[in-house]
């Protein structure tokens, strides 16, 4: 049995269905959104583990010269290891039909007979290498894919100076190779890099490694401190020439693929706020006006006994079906918009498991986030029917308190017209709720800023990243460092414009007890075209001596300019010297140590060496190029900065513009709330004073122009504010975002706030115009008998 | 001689409005009587409205002590009154105060809903004689009809008392008597003791015992010899 008090509820809420339902979409938007993301994050790194266990991925990987596999099981003995494996792993140029651009691939060994202990394959079509068959070879899925390559097909490839065929035997997936990242890369390529596995046998053969591996992973007993096993390998390894083991959170594509899915966590944060923040100013506002309306109605419950529980009870009731309707909206949509987010995540990174985990706690969160922000929202109009003096209550509400506003004060009212005056004596009677109107809708301009601020950044990083910073068009590297002429062999190819030779040199940068390994880049001294620039645009002269870091590196290393660095160089004798920082760079990609070419030399006390050049082309003579570079000896590989470029495109954009449609959508949902439940107040708050103004001779369209031109208003100052709002959130955006890999540049084109300014100026007409029609249909009789 | 159900002594009630003071009631003696109906009368601002508020536990005296059959009321604490309003008394408001959201029976439900023995919805509205009503909004009904849903809605709970405040103030003569008639069946039939605050002296005819009010202090309290039916009134 419905309760007498339940069914008015009802009634109440279907009444004021408009503004319960445009309430409801904010909450759901803002739920949706949440539990999309939680779900999401959830979902992915469960299958992430669970590619990982399955497949057995390895949590410390060294690499190394060569060293005997004796040495295994000197590792093995290793307190906190668990399982060990050794394998050769060896750079290959390949040579793949009907492509001109080199490529370069990564020959991994494996068994011939038996799984791998650790970093299992996914074998997705052919069949596992067989013993004493020479060339074959599994491929990763992605780099099959790019070429159409089919179990059976055959490509070419440099072996250690000559040129063997492989046949694809198999097609196959890694935990150990989710992102193909090419060495010092900090893209993925998926064209020009590809990964294959081989039987070890045939590989320690073609290499001259019998018997012996320069590569070996392993995994950690349960409560094995991974630090202690690292420097006890490296320990072991340093006298067969490794540069040091990394722990799986190091590993490149495992970073890559974590650092993704936890941007998520970022977004589930800012734009639920923001969405849960605006619906409790809404129901604010509606319920304050709701019990304003029933100021009487209140007085007679309690004059009949009803508590003053009860009647707050009632309420609260009220708000809790909005919220309720919300939360349940905004679960289904975020289910949904999570199963498909985490199918696409799912298939972008070809996890072999798909798990889609709907976490009740996820739901819970939502749910009590919601109702939270809903009760928070209404506190005080709830405080205050509860206060509500019944005898009170049952006179009549005072009239309004008006004021002299600001412009009458000045004397200017001579300047402005009757509907005017009103229209500000209006707002600055409630400037609070002028002022949370304001911001509602500011808020909804903010989204929209932050929706297409991410289109911005792509635009300006691609433009910075490849235009201005990097203006070669191919990046040569050789196998090993090269006395400096090497780079007239370069220039003198037909069609090459420019080289500028670099040399690189892996080293462990340590700071007090922070470590970081990474490449030092030695460059000319006023490079043309591999240029280093800052944030501002500005291009930063390589320093003669010293070293230069990425602002970030510098950040996590915690060293400012005139700090001292110990440097570990982790190839040939492997010195360990200082290095003092002489400058910060604030760029975006990676975390870069740069040097003098010359300096580096000295550094390393070895003569003129290089270990690659930038080249600027002929791009008419782009396949004669390729094709001598690929007959070059001494090239290990070749990359194109069109291909970088693409490749860009496809990892970023794809990512980041997949939120812009979501962030219109739901920008449209708060402006319209907003709009529409302050308009629809406004009208039920006025319908008197308007009514009356059209008794004693005013036109349709002149109250229209009060009450449309006291939403003007509000809208008006709501688009410098949330130009305002927008742009903090973008540089919040610009920090959670931010990851070790790259930065998201804080720069927002005059277009987004144009067409954000645009977009809700449109809004508002529209809500403005629906509201409009009721108006002209006030009853004119009616308003004027109404007490209220 | 009836038993007293209401005993107010030297009570005052002055409200603050803003800066300015008003002494609503000013020093109030009165006792209302099992079963009996009173008329308080008065012109606007007499402090009527004041002491039938008090007396109903909707407002609480700046001084003096009310009892209601023997109880403290001023000792009540806001639950106390809350209690008291729901377990006792019935309420008529000049402007009947109906919730519009809900049919006719559905507001005399409001009050069954929480009352500890109610009559039926239907019963009581039939008193008032709408029987035939019962599923229409207060916007379908008339003023007279409004106001009678009121009075079903006060009484439904079985009340000690009804209090009305100007019940006909908003209504015609023709719709005032028939609201009027309502009232003292429901003071015959069920022995409720009653109270009517109104400005209107015909309406005292109707009484057992008229007190007049002005200006805060009761000036004259009347028995009526021979009381008139609702229906001989005319105004």
Known sequence: MVSSLDRKLLRDLSRTKGQVVAIAVVIACGVAMLVMCLTTLKSLENSQLTYYDRYRFAEVFALLKRAPESLKDRIQEVEGVARVQTRVVEGVVLDIEGMSEPAVGRLISIPETGEPVLNSLHLRSGRWVEVGRPGEVIVNEVFAENHGFKPGDKLRAVLNGSMEELRIVGIAMSPEYIIQMPEAALLPDDKRFGVFWMGRDQLEAAFNMESAFNDVTLTLLPGASEDEVIRRLDGLLERYGGVGAIGRHNQISNRFVSEEIQQLSAMAFILPTIFLGVAAFLLNIVLKRLIALEREQIAVLKAFGYSHWDVGWHYLKFVSVIALGGVALGTLLGIWFGRGMTAMYTEFYRFPVFGFDLDLGVIVIGAVVSLGAAFLGVFGAIRGAINLPPAEAMRPEPPANYNATLVDRLGLRKLLSQEARIVLRELGRKPGKAFFTSLGIAMSLAILVVGNYSQDAINYLQDFQFRLAERQDLTVSFFESVTGNAVNHLTSVDGVIAAEEFRSVPVRLRSGHLSKEVGIQGLVPKPELFRLMDADENVIPVPDEGLLLSAKLGELLQVSVGDVLTVEVLEDKRPIRQLTVTGLVNDFAGTAAYMERRALNAFMREGSRISGAYLKIDKKLTDEIYRELKETPMVASVSIKDAAMKSFQETFAENLLRMKLFNIGFACAIAVGVVYNSARISLSERSRDLGTLRVIGFTRGEISGILLGELGVVTAAAIPLGMGIGTGLVYLMSKGLETELYRIPFVVNPQTYAVAALVIMAASLICGLIVRRKLDKLDLVEVLKARI | ?235
């Open chain 2, 1 to 235: 001689m009836p038993a007293t159900v209401f005993s107010a002594k030297g009570i005052t009630k002055v409200y603050s409005m803003g800066e300015v003071k008003v002494h609503a009631l000013r020093g109030v003696d009165v006792e209302l009587w099992e079963g009996e109906f009173t008329v308080l009368l008065g012109h606007s601002g007499s402090g009527k409205s004041t002491l039938l508020n008090i007396l109903g536990g909707l407002d609480v005296p700046t001084e003096g002590t009310v009892t209601f059959r023997g109880e403290d009321m001023t000792a009540f604490d806001e639950s106390e009154l809350t209690q008291y309003r729901r377990e006792h008394v019935g309420f008529v408001f000049q402007f009947y105060n109906l919730i519009p959201s809900l049919t006719a029976r559905e507001n005399v439900e409001l009050v069954t809903d929480i009352a500890a023995d109610p009559l039926d919805a239907k019963e009581a509205l039939g008193l008032v004689g709408l029987g035939e009503r019962l599923d229409h909004f207060p916007s379908q009904m008339s003023g007279g009809e409004q106001q009678r849903v009121a009075i079903a809605r006060a009484i439904a709970k079985q009340p000690d008392v009804l209090l009305c405040d100007e019940p006909t103030g908003a209504l015609d003569v023709h719709t005032g008597v028939a609201v009027l008639n309502a009232i003292e069946r429901v003071n015959r039939e069920l022995g409720t003791t009653t109270a009517v605050i109104t400005h209107n002296a015909v309406i005292a005819e109707m009484a057992h015992r008229v007190i007049h009010l002005a200006d805060g202090k009761i000036t004259e309290t009347a028995v009526n010899e021979s009381r008139k039916r609702a229906d001989e009134l005319n105004w």
